[in-house]
């Protein structure tokens, strides 16, 4: 039976190009982490043969789907868009119940889920993202003659998709990894994220559906069940694979790097892993309003039980009255916080791993109220001072949920000596009045070099999905800091240029073909232009 025949109800099966496939490994349940109880169906999780069948699959499709026009991959992102939200309820009710997030959220989350996919429909219509360049021939230029060459950028070929535990939606099976992948004109196979696999289904039926809908090979998307170090790195190192996206820790993704790297052909991977989002409230901004910084930096804190790959996990500012104001203000917030339950007791139980072995290192300044539901993330705040912290790697560490450490230093010159120890960041935040913009400019210039984002006088949480944005940053907050996940330019991780030189106009594609016929922006001769 193929999916498309489905309705309704979960199957606890994988999906393999249209194909429903039960898993004959280890059968995982989801776990409400919020009561602890076990969710059904069970998903079976698949094999070396599901692997191969749901890459060959998508290796045939490869061909068709990349020659696709981009007003028909655009027409399939809006429709996999319309599924999605037309699943809105079930997928509320689903994914509140496997990771313990508030249907607000998660109803938050479907909206930017459809809205990336419709984002990417828009991108592939206005065209630019073929990077057309055109030199024209120069028969009479000496003492050589100038070829004609002419760019466009073409899809790398079948993606591995690694669902994220922390955006069941906005991260996993149609997030912005597989929107920009098959934007670009990849198709996908993912591997489902073992805490929501029933979100999973249900975000792969509406992919599946979609496929089926716009006549789009069935091979362009599969979805597998399996364990990240047997199925993950068989399907990061089957030679069908061309690239790879993934959101989650540290050591997840340098593994799948370095699986990566040891293929015979190795192959990109897109690894966004560790960051510590370091926040600066200089000296007038703090003098301005200590209180109320301190208290909003807490609700960035705790927002989600902080589990959010930009989560404020550090404040470095100079010490002295104001900023013992912040850190009592922050204090009051932290000590009323309530705790909430987080995605999986596996990271509840890294995350109280990670404080006690902070509270060994660091003085304790607030911990939130005692939880009284299961894997609760009851909010840490810390503090040190800037020697400890240089003189620390265990400090530097990221804990994933609601635990921030504040960084005291002697004057502004220490907080750049700090500034320049760490490592890379997705975000840098830094709050600044007009009397702080000598220090501020200072320290931009040294952020640059250690995050993808620098804002002012806001907080690093809610990453704003357009063409501007970079969600990205050196190692470890990603694996290749020259892109992002998050955004339109997202798209070009997917793609690699090439030159076409002296081939005649009726072989050429179509964005790259006299006339401009796709009307889209050219650079000829190094001017933009769309004549
Ligand atoms: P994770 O353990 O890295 O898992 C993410 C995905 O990668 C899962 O599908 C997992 O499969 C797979 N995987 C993990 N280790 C692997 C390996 N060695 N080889 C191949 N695949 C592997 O992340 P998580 O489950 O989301 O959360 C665990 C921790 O990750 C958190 O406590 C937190 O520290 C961190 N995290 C960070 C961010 C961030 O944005 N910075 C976001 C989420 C999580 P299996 O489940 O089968 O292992």
Redesign the pocket.
């Known amino acids: 039976m193929t999916t498309a025949e489905r309705t309704g109800t979960l199957t606890g099966q994988m999906i393999i190009a249209g194909e429903y496939v039960t898993g004959t490994g280890r059968a995982i349940q989801a776990v409400n982490p919020a009561t602890d109880k076990l969710l059904t169906p069970a998903y079976g999780h698949g094999d070396a043969a599901d692997v191969e069948r749901a890459t060959a699959a998508a290796w045939q499709a490869f061909g068709p789907y990349r020659n696709t026009t981009s007003a028909d991959r655009a027409h399939f992102l809006d429709t996999i868009a319309d599924n999605v939200d037309a699943a809105r309820d079930e997928l509320v009710e689903r994914a509140t119940a496997e990771t313990g997030l508030p249907a607000a959220r998660i109803t938050g989350e479907v909206g930017r889920t459809s809205g990336q996919l419709r984002l990417f429909a828009s991108v592939l219509r206005e065209g630019s993202w073929h990077g057309a360049r055109i030199d024209p021939a120069l028969p009479d230029r000496t003492p050589l003659p100038r070829p004609d060459i002419r760019q466009r950028r073409i899809p790398l070929g079948p993606v591995a998709v ?5 955006f069941p939606l906005a991260f996993s099976v149609a997030g912005g990894d597989t929107a920009s992948a098959l934007a670009a004109g990849c198709p996908v196979v993912v ?5 929501h696999p029933g979100t999973s289904e249900l975000v792969g039926k509406a992919i599946t559906a979609a496929i089926v809908a716009s006549g789009m090979p069935a091979g362009t998307f599969s979805l597998l069940y ?8 068989a399907l ?1 190192t089957d030679p069908n694979i061309k690239a790879v996206g ?8 340098t ?2 790097v370095r ?1 990566a790297a040891a293929r015979p052909e190795p192959i990109p991977v897109y690894a ?4 510590i989002n370091p926040v600066y409230p200089l000296a007038g901004a703090l003098r301005a309003d200590a209180a109320g910084l301190g208290r909003a930096f807490v609700g960035s804190l705790t927002m989600g039980s902080g ?4 989560n404020p996990g550090l404040v470095i500012a100079v010490d002295g009255p104001d900023l013992d104001t912040f850190i009592e203000s922050a204090s009051q917030a932290v000590s009323g916080s309530t705790p909430t339950p987080m ?2 007791p ?2 509840a139980r ?2 109280t791993g ?1 404080v006690d072995e902070f509270e060994k290192a660091a003085t304790v300044v607030a911990r939130g109220e005692r939880p009284e539901g299961p894997n609760a993330c009851r909010a840490a705040l810390f503090a040190t001072d800037a020697d400890t912290f240089l003189a620390s790697t265990e400090l530097q560490q ?4 609601a635990s921030s450490l504040i960084v005291k230093c002697r004057d502004q010159q220490q907080v750049r000596e700090v500034t320049a120890k760490l490592e890379g960041q ?1 975000t840098a935040t830094v709050h600044a009045a007009d009397t702080d913009h000598d220090d501020a400019a200072e320290l931009v210039g040294d952020l640059e070099l250690k995050a993808g984002r620098i804002l002012f006088n806001g907080w690093p949480t809610g990453v704003e999905v357009g063409h501007a944005m970079v969600h990205g940053g050196p190692y470890p ?1 990603t694996s290749d800091s020259r892109t992002t996940s998050v955004g339109s330019l997202a798209i070009e991780r997917f793609l690699r240029p090439v030159a076409y030189q002296d081939v005649p106009d009726a072989l050429r594609p179509a964005a790259i073909a006299d006339g401009n016929p796709e009307h889209i922006w050219r650079r000829i001769d190094g001017e933009l232009t769309r004549d």
């Open positions: 690694f669902g994220a535990s922390n591997k489902a994220h073992d805490a399996g364990a990240g170090s047997e199925l993950g790195v990061v993934f959101t989650g820790s540290r050591s997840g993704g593994a799948l699986a966004e892993m560790s960051s589990q959010f790959c930009t995605l999986t596996n990271i890294s995350y990670g990221e804990i994933f949920g997705l907050s």
